[in-house]
């Protein structure tokens, strides 16, 4: 466990605690997409099948469990019950998540897992590999609604921001461990999707920065 590791599960803790906050506050879940909670659900739940076999640490495992039951959560809270299921606008969440990010994203895996043969092939490293991809679009819908929006509120950027911040902390990460672990296996694979979920990213940040720096509210071009 090194800082850059620590600092990104924090970031990524901080973005789940700060979206809750951003719902209970305004008392409304205008500008949030729902989508992009499901994608997440469907990949914490794929990524972390290792929960019922394999103890790693406590840090670990509480952490997994963190992250599924928080979203669950959220997802619970905006679909269910009110006033926050009223105030959710389905209208502008309308990437199609299952066509253009589920479907793709388990043939790939699909495909990938068969590469070597059936022998070779394992449900475990098929259910890993998609999660990988679905992470790398998950954000997508929820940079549609807020582009839709245009103007966006405190929370709700602070929330993708340290999203972001935690993928861009993992690079970090991954750079770190290479030149520091002697051992440290190398999996392009994981470098890719990181890659690519961080670029999804530049150009809010750009935005959000430049919001704070001149003190204005934040707003995305159209």
């Known amino acids: 466990m090194n800082l850059f590791r620590m600092a990104g599960d924090l970031s990524h803790v901080i973005s789940i605690l700060v979206l809750i ?15 992009t909670q499901e994608l997440y659900l ?8 290792d929960l019922f076999t394999t103890f790693y640490s406590l840090y670990n495992s509480c952490m997994k469990v963190l992250y599924i039951s928080s979203t669950a959560y959220i997802l619970y809270m905006v679909r269910f019950t009110e006033p926050f299921k ?46 990988l991809y679905l992470e790398a679009l998950a954000i997508v819908p929820q940079l549609i609604v807020l582009q839709r929006y245009r103007e966006v509120e405190n929370l709700t950027g602070h929330y993708v921001f340290f999203l972001g911040a935690y993928r861009l902390l993992y690079i ?6 290479s030149y520091h672990e002697e051992n440290y296996h190398h999996n392009y694979v994981v470098y ?19 919001s704070k720096y001149r003190g204005g509210k934040f707003a995305l071009p159209t």
């Open 86 to 131: 009223s105030t959710y606008e389905a209208s502008h969440d309308s990437f199609l998540h299952l066509q253009f990010a589920v479907a793709p994203c388990a043939v790939v895996a699909l495909v990938g897992g068969l590469w070597g043969g059936f022998e070779d092939f394992s449900i475990m490293e098929v259910f890993w590999s998609f999660s």
């Open 172 to 177: 970090c990460n991954w750079v770190y461990r």
């Open 192 to 210: 890719a999707c990181g890659i690519l979920q961080t670029v999804l990213y530049v150009d809010f940040f750009y935005y959000y920065i430049k």
């Open 42 to 49: 469907i990949v914490f739940l794929t990524r972390y099948l």
């Open 21 to 35: 906050l951003s719902i209970r506050v305004s008392q409304n879940a205008m500008g949030i997409s729902m989508k």
